[in-house]
C-alpha cells in the first residue's frame, strides 16, 4: 500500500514550459485534491475531484489545469509556467464520506513537490 | 466567509515541557469536524489528531491533545512532554463548504534541547 505518490519531486521550469504533475493514490479514495503551499500562507486549494470524471475549482484555479479519468490518478498541467507559480505542490486524497458526510475523513498527503519557474 | 485562523507565526518550547498552539475558526454550522496536521522538515504532512465538534470530550492522542472551546470557536493543540521530533510546522483546518478543507497560515514549533 503506496498511499499517496507524487512525481517529479523537484522540478525546474522555464517561463512559458507546460508540464503536468502526477498524483495516485491507491487507497479507492474518491476524493482527490491539489494545493499549493508559499510561504507564510499555509495551503491553497487548487483544483479538487470527488469521482472519476469530476472536478472543480478551488480557491486558486488560474494556470492550472486538471482531469479525472480514473479514481486512482489525478494530474496537474500546468499550461504556460510562471515564476509565481514556483510553490511547493502537495496531492492529497480521502474517502468522501465514510460518515455519511464531507469533511469527516483523514486527508493523506503525498511527499509534494517542489516546483520552481525562472 | 469560512476562516481559520493561527494567531502564533513561531512557538518555542523546551524539550519535555508542554505546549499550546492556538487555532481559531469561524463558522455557522453546529456539527463539523476540526483537525491539527503537524509538517516536519521532511514535508510530509500527516494528521496529528481531530476533534468532532458535537463530542464534549476533548480528543487525545498519546502526548497530543485538544482544548475546544465550541461557543469561542477556539481549538487548541497541547503537546506536553516535547521531544525534539515534535518540531516541525503544525496547521489547523476546518472543512468548509463545497468539498474544500480550510487551512490556517501555521504554527512553526521549535523544540529547545
Known amino acids: 500500500n503506496a498511499g499517496v505518490t507524487q512525481t517529479p519531486k523537484f522540478q525546474v521550469l522555464k517561463t512559458g514550459q507546460s508540464m503536468t504533475l502526477q498524483c495516485a493514490q491507491d487507497?479507492?479514495?474518491?476524493?482527490m485534491s491539489w494545493y499549493r503551499q508559499d510561504p507564510g500562507m499555509g495551503l491553497r486549494l487548487i483544483h479538487y475531484?470527488?469521482?472519476?470524471?469530476?472536478?472543480d475549482q478551488g480557491e486558486v484555479p488560474n494556470g492550472y489545469n486538471v482531469s479525472r479519468s480514473t479514481t486512482e490518478d489525478f494530474p496537474l498541467r500546468l499550461l504556460s509556467a510562471a515564476p509565481s507559480q514556483t510553490s511547493v505542490y502537495f496531492c492529497?486524497?480521502?474517502?468522501?464520506?465514510?460518515?455519511?458526510?464531507?469533511?469527516?475523513?483523514?486527508?493523506?498527503f503525498g511527499p509534494g513537490t517542489r516546483l520552481t519557474v525562472l | 466567509a469560512q476562516t481559520v485562523t493561527q494567531s502564533q507565526p513561531e512557538m518555542s518550547v523546551q524539550e519535555a515541557e508542554t505546549v499550546t498552539l492556538s487555532c481559531t475558526y469561524d463558522?455557522?454550522?453546529?456539527?463539523?469536524?476540526l483537525f491539527w496536521y503537524k509538517q516536519p522538515p521532511s514535508r510530509q504532512m500527516i494528521l496529528v489528531i481531530r476533534?468532532?465538534?458535537?463530542k464534549q470530550q476533548n480528543a487525545t492522542e498519546n502526548r497530543f491533545s485538544v482544548n475546544f472551546q465550541k461557543a469561542a470557536k477556539s481549538f487548541s493543540l497541547k503537546i506536553s512532554d516535547s521531544q525534539l521530533g515534535d518540531a516541525a510546522m503544525y496547521f489547523c483546518?476546518?472543512?468548509?463548504?463545497?468539498?474544500?478543507?480550510?487551512w490556517g497560515a501555521g504554527t512553526k514549533l521549535i523544540i529547545k534541547p
Open positions: 475531484s470527488v469521482g472519476a470524471g469530476i472536478t
Open positions: 463558522t455557522s454550522e453546529s456539527d463539523y469536524y
Open positions: 487507497m479507492n479514495h474518491e476524493y
Open positions: 476533534q468532532e465538534a458535537y
Open positions: 483546518a476546518y472543512p468548509g463548504g463545497n468539498y474544500q478543507l480550510i
Open positions: 492529497a486524497s480521502s474517502s468522501l464520506m465514510t460518515s455519511g458526510r464531507w469533511g469527516t475523513d483523514t486527508q493523506y
